[in-house]
């Protein structure tokens, strides 16, 4: 069993943001795009994502009204540099007419943040870390989104235990920082920098790691 390390959170994300200053996530111009975007990425990368948000931009398709009056193999098509095409076109489609049924963004945005988080886990594919970055990044929620890079940097400086999950390292960040939309905004987004250039899976570049000074 891993002997768990106390650590000062905040200290944390301070050395974080001076090391690679504000990363103003998420990038996308509106909330409606920001979804959209969210689930796009789902198994593939960002630059695929880019590209297949490009094409429906072209064709004035970052809307849900007009996803919905789009043809599904039109969509497909624009989608299809994002991968799983077929299911994401779907599962974008389906979503986009949820939303417009139950009265778009503004009413969704009347629910708590916990009728609002399980709103989006009702969805086809949205799991907890589409759903949590929607919640944050399109609804300004004060939700901490754990993905595969903060487990990986959490277990290696012993901040959790191995078979710590999702909502264990959730529960974890929500505790020892103050709840606010701002800092899970830029703590995540500055996790993400040091999972893709140090906190590597097979080899991680603890030397050259603004983390290095917690271990
Ligand atoms: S690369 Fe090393 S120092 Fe950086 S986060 Fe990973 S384990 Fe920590």
């Not at 979804?35 to 429906?56: D, F, H, P, R, Y």
């Not at 960040?173 to 500055?190: C, G, Y």
């Not at 996790?191 to 271990?215: A, S």
């Amino acid at each position: 069993m891993t002997k768990i390390r106390d650590c000062n959170l905040m200290t944390v994300y301070e050395s974080l943001f001076s090391a690679f200053g504000p990363q103003l996530w998420w990038p996308a111009t509106g909330p409606e795009e920001m979804i959209i975007g969210a689930l796009l990425t789902q198994n593939t990368n960002w630059k695929n994502v880019e590209k297949a948000l490009s094409n429906l931009r072209r064709n004035n398709l970052l809307s849900f009204p007009y996803i919905i009056k789009t043809p599904l193999s039109q969509l497909e098509k624009m989608i299809k540099p994002a991968g799983y095409f077929r299911q994401k076109s779907q599962r974008l489609k389906a979503l986009a007419e949820t939303i417009v049924a139950t009265g778009g963004l503004d009413s969704l945005d009347l629910l708590t943040t916990i009728e609002l988080r399980e709103w989006f886990l009702r969805q086809s594919g949205i799991g907890p870390e589409t759903a949590d970055s929607i919640l944050l990044y399109a609804f300004k929620r004060p939700v901490f989104v754990i993905d595969a890079y903060t487990l990986r940097v959490c277990k290696r400086h012993n901040w959790l235990n191995d078979k710590d999950d999702y909502r264990k390292a959730q529960k974890f960040f929500i505790r020892k920082l103050p709840l606010k939309v701002n800092i899970f905004n830029e703590f995540h987004a500055l996790l993400v920098q040091i999972g893709k250039n140090f906190c590597r899976t097979k080899k991680p570049l603890c030397q050259e790691c603004p983390l290095e000074p917690f271990l």
